[in-house]
Nanobody, 121 residues
Framework: QVQLVESGGGLMQAGGSQRLSCAAS????????MGWFRQAPGKEREFVAA????????RYVDSVKGRFTISRDNAKNTVYLQMNSLKPEDTAVYYC??????????????WGQGTQVTVSS
């Protein structure tokens, strides 16, 4: 069974940087894409970034473009989210997700447990 374990969350100051990691294990299939999503209190979960595993192509939600970078280490089966210029509105639980079919939100069916990111002003 696939396991996705996020790490790197915590309390940060506005303007600061942090890197989230997500280690995948237990795969019995070929990964198409990995993604990061987030859910703020009282809000629906939203897409943040995704990367196609084989090519490294990436896409982002507009609110994080130029600030966040998604990357992957194929050898370590790990995906990262480098977050720079953090804002209080980035505060959320961040989830790692995996897809075997595509990189639209509907394609992600495997999820981690989430890691809390809190940005203070």
């Amino acid at each position: 069974q696939v396991q996705l374990v996020e790490s790197g969350g915590g309390l940060m100051q506005a303007g600061g940087s942090q890197r989230l990691s997500c280690a995948a294990s237990g795969r019995t299939f070929r990964t198409y894409a990995m993604g990061w999503f987030r859910q703020a209190p009282g809000k629906e979960r939203e897409f943040v970034a995704a990367i196609i595993w084989s090519t490294g192509h990436t896409r982002y939600v507009d609110s994080v473009k130029g600030r966040f970078t998604i990357s992957r280490d194929n050898a370590k089966n790990t995906v990262y989210l480098q977050m720079n210029s953090l804002k209080p509105e980035d505060t959320a639980v961040y989830y790692c997700a995996e897809s075997i079919t595509g990189w639209e939100t509907k394609d992600f069916h495997y999820w981690g447990q989430g890691t809390q990111v809190t940005v203070s002003s």
